[in-house]
């Protein structure tokens, strides 16, 4: 018979255990966002950019922090000269955010290069203010935080954009739709940047998106160019930084931000021949474009291809083809609003300030979903045929009273072939698992079972990419394992002190 003192100890233990995790809000993620830091009513200075950034970090330090990569050229269009090196400032959201996980976390970068493409930088930071804020009352952000290393270099082209205005729309020269496109760097050495026509971009300076080292020599070899590919590879600090990051941290999946065209471009972008994991990129395309708006219209979207398709030209010499073509990552690029056909209506490179938070929220979501697969590792070229496609299973575990089940294993497996992934619930019951971290391709007609504290779930991948399951279930097996132990510990210790 257990003793008095075995049996309250016992007690104590079962109330620790079994006292419920009370979730967070459920997993929606665009509603009712105010932002604390930046009010999105206009476009950032760098130097308002850097300030926010900054601030955001220091306010949100357990998950959020703030360093340089490197420096600009430091071309300052106000004293004309380069005497204002720019830190190329980077945000890392995780939840050990001083400490690198890349080899048990998967670490995606999002960046922006083009110096007149306002929106871009303008998005980056939206992004950034939304998974830090939302970090505590948004369960799908605060899975991403706590099993992602999310990086973001919000305004990589700094130079580029201080030269075209500095977020200010009265510094423009000429329409909106021009401006300047490239970097600042001396072409000609003579201490000066020389502008030839910044409507069109003409003039010194080089594309950042033309100067990475895949099919580079394929790109514009005429300095004066918009398109100008730089003297070699990887000649600018910007990419060159951007290279080094991508390696230190052994990115997995790689975003860069441009606007506009209202489009999510797949590789190649170097030509028009298709991708070994063409299947693969289509469907994180068609997946992603779903989640997208027009104009804050749910039922007009993004178009998605390769750039050849949808925007009309070839790239050569682009960060997404040298981050997929040399290092076998999962590389887009994304032309955001408005569409190209309002090019001389409407907004141009420049959207007016009251369509910042209108364009950021139209592609939003889309964004999660990239962010949501982005623990995808793609197998070799010459077994892309294989590559299971993005798809997104998530929800919670929760017993008979509803309360949030912590630790519980989820797993999915693949009735046809057996194959299977697994996660285990957070703190909030919540669970989210990717399709494509499969070992082999699916289709939309294979059997798929959830199986979650000794409850299933049988269900297809056929729907637009993301699957809402909740699961109830009255124990978890794997309490058993911590409570039997602890049981024996408890009783050993008291046939111990009987002895005495």
Not at 30 to 49: A, G, I
Request: charged letters at 20%; a negative charge.
């Amino acid at each position: 018979m257990l003793s008095k003192r075995l049996f309250s100890l016992i007690a104590v233990v079962m109330l620790i255990l079994l006292v419920p995790n009370f979730p967070s809000s459920a997993a929606s993620n665009e509603k009712s966002f105010t932002p604390e830091f930046f009010s999105f009513d206009h476009y950032p200075s760098y130097e308002e950019m850097n300030a926010t950034i900054h601030r955001m970090a220091e306010n949100y330090s357990s998950i959020m922090k703030v360093f340089s990569i490197g420096k600009t050229w430091g071309w300052d269009p106000i004293t004309n000269s380069y005497d204002s090196p720019r830190n190329i400032w980077t945000i890392k959201i995780s939840d050990n955010v001083d400490k690198d996980e890349n080899d048990t976390e998967p670490s995606i970068l999002i960046t922006w290069h083009h110096a007149r493409e306002w929106i871009g930088p303008a998005f980056n930071l939206y992004l950034a203010e939304h998974l830090v804020e939302e970090y505590h009352t948004n369960d799908t952000i605060h899975w991403l935080v706590d099993h992602y290393e999310i990086y973001i270099i919000p305004m990589a082209n700094a130079d580029g954009y201080v030269e075209d205005g500095n977020g200010n729309m009265s510094n423009l020269t000429g329409q909106s739709t021009g401006g300047w496109r490239k970097n600042c760097r001396d072409n000609n050495g003579n201490g000066k940047l020389d502008v030839i026509d910044k409507w069109d971009a003409e003039g010194e300076g080089v594309d950042p998106e033309r100067n990475w080292d895949w099919h580079w020599s394929e790109g514009d070899a005429n300095p004066n160019s918009p398109t100008y590919h730089g003297p070699h590879p990887f000649s600018e600090p910007v990419t060159k930084a951007e290279r080094d990051l991508i390696i230190s941290k052994d990115i997995d999946s790689f975003v860069v931000i441009h606007s506009f065209s209202a489009a999510i471009l797949l590789p190649w972008f170097y030509t028009s021949i298709a991708s070994s994991h063409r299947d693969f990129y289509y469907s994180l395309g068609k997946y992603m474009a779903e989640r997208t708006m027009l104009d804050g219209n749910p039922a007009r979207h993004f178009s998605y291809g390769q750039p050849y398709q949808v925007i009309g030209y070839n790239a050569p010499g682009g960060s997404s083809d040298w981050v997929y073509g040399k290092l076998n990552k999962m590389a887009i690029a994304v032309e955001m609003e408005p569409l190209y056909g309002n090019f001389f209506l409407q907004d141009g490179f420049h959207a007016k300030p009251d369509k910042i938070v209108t364009y950021c929220k139209d592609f939003y979501e889309a964004m999660i979903y990239f962010l949501e697969v982005s623990n995808t590792k793609l197998k070799p070229k010459d077994e892309a045929m294989d590559q299971p496609s993005p798809y997104v299973i998530w929800g919670h575990v929760k017993d008979n009273q509803g309360n949030p089940i912590s630790g519980a294993r989820v797993e999915i497996k693949n009735e046809d072939n057996g194959d299977s992934i697994y996660a285990y619930t957070d703190e909030n019951g919540f669970y989210m698992l990717n399709l494509a971290t499969l070992h082999h391709r699916y289709n939309s007609t294979t059997n798929f079972t959830l199986i979650a504290g000794g409850e299933t779930h049988n269900f297809r991948a056929n729907g637009s990419g993301r699957l809402h399951i909740e699961i109830t279930t009255p124990y978890v097996p794997e309490m058993s394992y911590i409570i039997v132990p602890i049981l024996c510990i408890l009783i050993a210790i008291e046939i111990r002190l009987r002895k005495q």
